[in-house]
Nanobody, 124 residues
Framework: QVRLVESGGGSVQAGGSLRLSCAVS????????LGWFRQAQGKGREGVAR????????FYDDSVKGRVTISQDSTKNTLYLQMNSLQPEDSAMYYC?????????????????WGQGTQVTVSS
């Protein structure tokens, strides 16, 4: 079981950037993938980006592709989400999540451990 703690959210103007961090602690050997999800007020949760721990393979939702980069610093046990060219529609609570073994099919399914979230607000 891993524990996830997000940080780095805040308020920015449209076109700005933010870097979210997720501190990962616990037994990461049982973790297949780490992902970032978001949930805007009144909407369902959606996947943003995910990274496979075995080979660093990444995948992004079409809505953020080209503007967002997911990365991992294994020495610091930290997951990052660099977000550029932010738009008001990116405003949401952002969550870090872990997917264990055996991995469920699907980019955004099978995540069983979640952080508490960090709020991102983008003003126009």
């Amino acid at each position: 079981q891993v524990r996830l703690v997000e940080s780095g959210g805040g308020s920015v103007q449209a076109g700005g950037s933010l870097r979210l961090s997720c501190a990962v602690s616990g037994d990461i050997r049982r973790t297949y993938a780490l992902g970032w999800f978001r949930q805007a007020q009144g909407k369902g949760r959606e996947g943003v980006a995910r990274i496979l721990l075995r080979n660093g393979d990444t995948f992004y939702d079409d809505s953020v592709k080209g503007r967002v980069t997911i990365s991992q610093d294994s020495t610091k046990n930290t997951l990052y989400l660099q977000m550029n060219s932010l738009q008001p529609e990116d405003s949401a609570m952002y969550y870090c999540a872990a997917k264990g073994f055996p991995p469920m099919q699907g980019y955004w399914t099978g995540y069983s451990t979640w952080g508490q979230g960090t709020q991102v607000t983008v003003s126009s």
